[in-house]
């Protein structure tokens, strides 16, 4: 990972509600990874009490730094974090990615 993709993650989990977002998300992926279900956006609106638009931006923003992946299903959309960016980060930085436990 070069330095420009590293500041651009960064920058996006640079954002409290951007971090906090992208938290829950990882989470919610690391819980249910073997059940095989997905997160749900309006899970966290409600949490965060972002409105849809504002909550749209923050969503973007994580997709441009490649750290999630969106996918409408029906009315809803889903979200799941992508796998390697946020590890090439921690690598590079020197430190242990979230939910390892080695």
Same mark, same amino acid.
């Given at each position: 990972?070069?330095?420009? *993709?590293?500041?651009?993650?960064?920058?996006?989990?640079?954002?409290?509600?951007? %971090?906090?977002?992208?938290? &829950?998300?990882?989470?919610?992926?690391?819980?249910?990874? &073997?059940?095989?279900?997905?997160?749900?956006?309006?899970?966290?609106?409600?949490?965060?009490? %972002?409105?849809?638009?504002?909550?749209?931006?923050?969503?973007?923003?994580?997709?441009?730094?490649?750290?999630?992946?969106?996918? !409408? !299903?029906?009315?809803?959309?889903?979200? !799941?974090?992508?796998?390697?960016?946020?590890?090439?980060?921690? *690598?590079?930085?020197?430190?242990?990615?979230?939910?390892? *436990?080695?």
């Amino acid at each position: 990972m070069d330095a420009r *993709q590293a500041a651009k993650i960064l920058k996006a989990l640079s954002h409290e509600n951007r %971090l906090t977002l992208f938290l &829950e998300i990882l989470k919610v992926s690391e819980a249910t990874f &073997e059940a095989q279900e997905d997160f749900l956006v309006c899970q966290v609106a409600e949490k965060l009490g %972002l409105c849809a638009p504002t909550l749209s931006h923050h969503l973007k923003e994580l997709v441009n730094a490649g750290l999630i992946s969106t996918e !409408r !299903r029906g009315k809803f959309l889903v979200a !799941r974090t992508v796998p390697g960016p946020l590890e090439e980060v921690c *690598q590079l930085l020197g430190i242990k990615p979230p939910g390892r *436990q080695t």
